[in-house]
């Protein structure tokens, strides 16, 4: 009984191993193959459904990771200690420890290229492989990634003798292009592509094609792609027509000098080219691939670049989109829920490349000077991390419906309007009378009296709404919306003939005012107009109620004043000369004031102006103490004031404010 007991102890223990691990299945597939039992292997049997689905599941890739190792500058060693960085073999390098100096470290990756390294080695060893995806509907994405003064504009642009990554990358897509249109598969294809180029600069994106474009925002649609709305795109069909878009364009990138880069880059600058590759014939698939060409700005240590004022604000921008690009990395290494993309723009937009859905390169550019130490090991310790980034990447196919496809005419309907065109002809020599139209009762209201436009939009929907020749209804309106459209074109009717009531109204008035100026020749003496807003039109016929408006213009003489005195006012009663002139300029206070007192209040101002001091200055109305001071300096620099109006010439002080300071010193010295 203990041993059976045992036995079934253990036959337990195996049958719950097994379960656990998933083992099960997996033994009764071998012994259904060794038994050849038909019925278990039908139980085992996979849907084809199923496979399919499996099937296009994305396939996942690594992000590949380089290392260019810059040549060693004597000149920048200033201990002449030599390089601290060491290439092993073509795949992996060891740099000194900084903790024990007889210590070194070893890193590997995907591609290591040493100081002889030309660019032509970078280009076909890590950047021409990826490539091919994108003819076939793939995102693939290169960016040089390292401390400042490293060499990542030269890998990326070059020189005419040793062009760069962009110049070699844009010579092949061409090329490939070429290959596949002259391929008999591929006769039925066309390829188009376009080009955009922008920077992230102090974390604004800026379109480099376009400078007036400015800050433009970084938008995901609805199947999680990045794009930027606004973002110029230029179709080039050679690589001529890319150096006439791009070099321009490149002159317009930030760049700044500084104690460690005589050219250094102030902004991450990404080069978007798009692939989009059609098909002519039927089922219209359309590829559409997209590469990031990306030379991002270098992290700085403002101790030694010696930044200040706008260019430490700009190296701060920097550091900072960096930081953020490293902790995106971690994220994604640690398998966290949250991946802090929207941190950053640079981030942002390098969501595909980073845990999206592109074949990404990373080109680390590395110093092997001394003074660069820790530079170049945080450099190479990101260059680790993003080696264990996984992306992805699949085919962007999309295939066109066939309502929107142009069909070529049917046979049928070939001969149906070659009938049509031989009846009109007919009808043009007079063979044949035309027939009568159908006159379709339309559900709108009267349309005589609308706007061209607003018809045009009227019966093209009213043709909808009624049947065709089948009888069958082509749009079946809402009630809600008929009658919303009804209550919009009474409205409309409504204000038209507001309108043109209107211009009957104004045409009325012209032709008065035209009746009053020839019966004005005749009396030139009376003194009313009639005011016109709008000459007449000459298509338009006048018969509207006339309306006349008065208006009363200035006296030009005036009629004897005597002056009369009540209190310290005076009244012009009798005076025989023409004081229309003078009057002009006065303002209406000062026709009420006797022209000895007035002068003699003047002249009192003007004396206090040109002899006061400050304090007496500040006695004066609307004159405080600023005020004072700055009529004291315009006194000592320009002289005394030759009258009171000079005071508006003193800064701070308008004509207006002059205006009001004369009235109330002149009203207030009377009333005392």
């Known amino acids: 009984v203990e041993v059976y007991t045992a036995l079934g102890w253990i036959f337990t223990s195996v049958i719950y191993f097994f379960l656990k691990n998933g083992w099960f299945k997996k033994s009764l597939f071998w012994l259904c193959a060794i038994f050849d039992k038909t019925p278990f292997r039908m139980a085992l049997r996979v849907s084809a459904s199923e496979v399919n689905l499996h099937s296009r599941k994305p396939q996942s890739a690594r992000v590949r990771v380089a290392v260019r190792l810059r040549p060693y500058a004597k000149q920048d060693d200033e201990k002449q200690q030599g390089p601290c960085v060491r290439g092993i073999d073509a795949q992996s390098l060891e740099i000194i420890n900084w903790r024990n100096q007889t210590e070194t470290v070893c890193y590997q990756f995907d591609k290591f290229y040493g100081e002889k390294a030309s660019q032509l080695d970078v280009y076909k060893g890590s950047v021409l492989p990826i490539l091919g995806h994108i003819l076939n509907g793939q995102n693939a994405s290169v960016f040089a990634y390292g401390p400042t003064g490293a060499g990542k504009t030269h890998t990326m642009l070059g020189s005419p003798e040793q062009p760069g990554v962009i110049p070699r990358a844009l010579r092949d897509i061409f090329q490939m292009t070429r290959e596949l249109r002259s391929q008999a598969e591929h006769e039925n294809w066309d390829f188009t592509i376009t080009m955009s180029y922008l920077e992230i600069y102090q974390e604004k994106v800026l379109d480099l094609l376009e400078p007036k474009q400015q800050d433009l925002p970084i938008r995901e649609d609805m199947n999680k792609n990045i794009f930027i709305p606004n973002l110029t795109q230029k179709v080039i069909a050679s690589f001529a027509e890319f150096e006439k878009q791009f070099i321009p364009a490149s002159q317009n990138r930030t760049v700044a000098s500084t104690k460690l880069n005589s050219r250094s ?144 005419r049917t046979h049928e309907r070939q001969d149906s309007e070659d009938c049509e065109q031989a009846k009109k002809s007919r009808i043009e020599e007079g063979e044949e009378t035309p027939p009568e139209p159908k006159v379709a009762r339309s559900p ?74 020839t019966s004005s020749d005749e009396t030139p003496n009376t003194s009313l107009e009639i005011k016109a807003s709008r000459l007449p039109l000459p298509h338009r016929s006048c018969t509207a109620n006339v309306r006349k408006q008065a208006v009363v213009l200035p006296m030009k003489t005036r009629s004897p004043l005597t002056a009369v005195m009540e209190g310290n006012f005076f009244t012009m009663q009798n005076k025989c000369k023409d004081t229309s002139a003078t009057e002009e300029n006065k303002e209406e206070w000062e026709l009420k004031i006797n022209d000895d007192l007035l002068k003699q209040h003047r002249s009192n101002i003007l004396n206090l102006l040109n002899t006061g001091s400050l304090k007496e200055l500040k006695t004066l109305q609307k004159i405080g103490d600023k005020k004072a001071q700055l009529i004291l300096g315009w006194r000592e620099v320009n002289g005394p004031f030759m009258q009171i109006e000079d005071l508006q010439k003193v800064d701070g002080i308008s004509a207006k404010q002059m205006a009001s300071f004369l009235k109330a010193n002149i009203l207030g010295s009377i009333g005392r």
Do not use: C, W
């Not at 009717?493 to 009325?508: A, S, V």
């Open 265 to 408: 880059s102030r902004s991450h600058s990404v080069l978007l080219l798009k692939v989009v590759k059609k098909e002519r014939v039927s089922p219209f698939r359309q590829l559409t691939g997209k590469l990031y060409l990306i030379d991002l700005a270098g992290s700085e240590d403002n101790r030694r670049t010696g930044n200040q004022g706008i260019r430490l604000k700009e190296s701060g921008a920097i550091n900072s989109s960096l930081f953020v690009l490293s902790k995106v990395v971690d994220a994604l290494n640690q398998g966290l829920p949250r991946i802090p993309y929207r941190d950053s723009k640079l981030t942002r937009l390098l969501q595909d490349s980073l845990g999206g859905t592109a074949h990404s390169v990373v080109v680390t550019n590395i110093s092997p000077e001394h003074k660069y130490y820790f530079d170049t090991l945080s450099a190479l310790n990101f260059a680790a991390k993003s080696k264990q980034v996984v992306n992805k990447p699949f085919t962007q196919e999309t295939i066109q419906s066939m309502g929107k496809v142009p069909m070529k």
């Open 444 to 517: 709108l209201p009267n349309i005589e009296n609308l706007d061209p436009g607003v018809v045009q939009r009227l019966l093209r929907l009213d043709s909808l709404m009624r049947n065709d020749a089948n009888g069958m209804p082509q749009l079946d309106t809402p009630k809600r919306e008929r009658l919303a459209l009804l209550k919009v074109v009474e409205e409309s009717q409504n204000e038209i003939m507001q309108l043109k009531e209107r211009q009957k109204e104004l045409e009325e008035r012209v032709r008065v005012q035209n009746t009053s100026q």
